[in-house]
């Protein structure tokens, strides 16, 4: 098994076209076909893909998990309406005190300040927490999470970022290429129900088993930076 990455590749004339290679950096006497790498990462992200049946499972969980943020916002934001009411009343009753001569001017201007600065963080707060519409919140899961059942589709449409990504995002950890097939240290657990698939048809072994941990190891500080292909000699 062999070291590659994937800023080293180039293209090599033939009679009539170029071809694109991909270049061992320890083995420089060994190339690899593009193509062979391109289509195999498509075969692997399609195998990898969410059957009809698992996207249903993760909007309908989706949904449930969305109910109880939706209501905590919606009373914070119904909270801070009351207190905002409450303190429209304090000014108004503050107003009516210097009317009646109740209090000094220098009086009214102090507290008269301190519910204008709190009126003001109160209304902010209100502008950048309004609730949305659960309905909303439903259409965009129907929306974008039927696009799991091709990830190969999602990654043709990214850009150079985004391909790269999606990539760390599902492995982690740099590819390895090696008997005409990819191997890898991480799939992300999410995929764990369909890596039997891509692994029967000799596409991805994935070579460690799933572990159940507290959080995702894709979120951590500790994922890969890199988005280049590898092999390693065993």
Same mark, same amino acid.
């Given at each position: 098994m062999l070291v590659w990455k994937g800023d080293e590749a180039g293209y090599t004339k033939g009679r009539k076209n170029y071809y694109l290679y991909y270049r061992c950096t320890e083995h420089t006497n060994y190339n690899l076909a593009g193509y062979k790498l391109h289509d195999t990462i498509e075969e692997v992200l399609k195998g990898l893909s969410f059957s009809t049946h698992q996207v249903q499972f993760v909007k309908e969980t989706a949904k449930a998990l969305l109910i109880e943020p939706q209501k905590l916002k919606k009373e914070q934001h119904q909270n801070k309406i009351r207190k905002l009411h409450e303190l429209n009343e304090k000014i108004f009753k503050l107003e *009516?005190? $210097? &009317?009646?001569? *109740?209090? #000094? =001017? =220098?009086? !009214?201007?102090?507290?008269?300040? @301190? !519910? @204008? #600065? *709190?009126?003001? &963080? $109160? #209304? !902010?707060s209100l502008n950048g927490s309004q609730p949305s519409k659960v309905r909303n919140e439903d259409e965009l899961i129907d929306r974008i999470l039927p696009n799991l059942t091709n990830l190969y589709e999602i990654y043709q449409k990214g850009n150079i970022t985004q391909k790269h990504t999606l990539m760390r995002g599902v492995f982690k950890d740099n590819l390895v290429w090696g008997d005409d097939m990819f191997r890898t240290a991480f799939i992300d657990p999410t995929f764990s129900n369909n890596i039997l698939k891509v692994k029967q048809k000799r596409l991805l072994f994935n070579e460690q088993p799933f572990k159940v941990l507290g959080l995702s190891p894709v979120s951590t500080q500790y994922r890969s930076q890199t988005g280049y292909i590898f092999q390693r000699p065993f």
């Open positions: *009516e005190r $210097l &009317m009646n001569n *109740e209090i #000094e =001017s =220098s009086t !009214y201007q102090t507290w008269f300040q @301190k !519910y @204008k #600065e *709190e009126k003001a &963080m $109160l #209304e !902010y």
